[in-house]
């Protein structure tokens, strides 16, 4: 039973509920195929724009920032972003990046965050990016 499958990831209940209906949707609209581009993909029901712009990059070779909770605070504390809204932080990246970048510099973003930038105590004595960082509390 998928809930079964799917319990160690948490929310498992809706999560169940939303991998049924996006698959019902997939067969129904999309021929059992997944979709390549953002608008179709953020219509499946459970897969918001971070999850679509993952697929996107890391799956179908599409350029895409998957703006996750490291990436929307790693931009804002090196100044390349100033919001607490992921789509704006998104666009703002998007316009300061080469689109043939997108994917990668997303990702390096993500690892960077859980790795260096940490939320709570950022690791900024031995980070790369230190000299260029342009927030305030830096160490
Ligand atoms: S210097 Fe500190 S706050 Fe700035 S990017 Fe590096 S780890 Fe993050």
């Known amino acids: 039973m998928l809930e079964e499958e799917i319990r160690s990831t948490g929310f498992y209940k809706n999560k169940t509920r939303s991998v049924i209906a996006c698959c ?5 609209d999309f021929h059992g195929e997944i979709p390549h581009t ?4 953020t219509a499946l029901p459970g897969v918001g724009r971070k999850t679509a712009n993952m ?3 890391n799956a179908f070779g599409v350029p895409a920032i998957a703006v996750d909770t490291h990436v929307l605070r790693v931009s ?14 998104e666009e703002a990246l998007m ?36 000299a260029v960082c342009e927030w305030p509390d830096k160490d």
């Open 24 to 28: 019902e949707k997939l067969v129904a």
């Open 38 to 41: 953002l608008e179709a993909l």
């Open 55 to 57: 697929a996107l990059g």
């Open 76 to 89: 804002n504390r090196l100044g390349l972003a100033h919001s607490d809204d992921a789509q704006a932080v």
């Open 95 to 130: 316009r300061q990046v080469a689109k043939d970048k997108w994917t990668a510099f997303g990702n390096a973003m993500i690892l960077h965050g859980r790795e260096t930038c940490i939320a709570r105590k950022p690791r900024c004595p031995e980070c790369l990016l230190r």
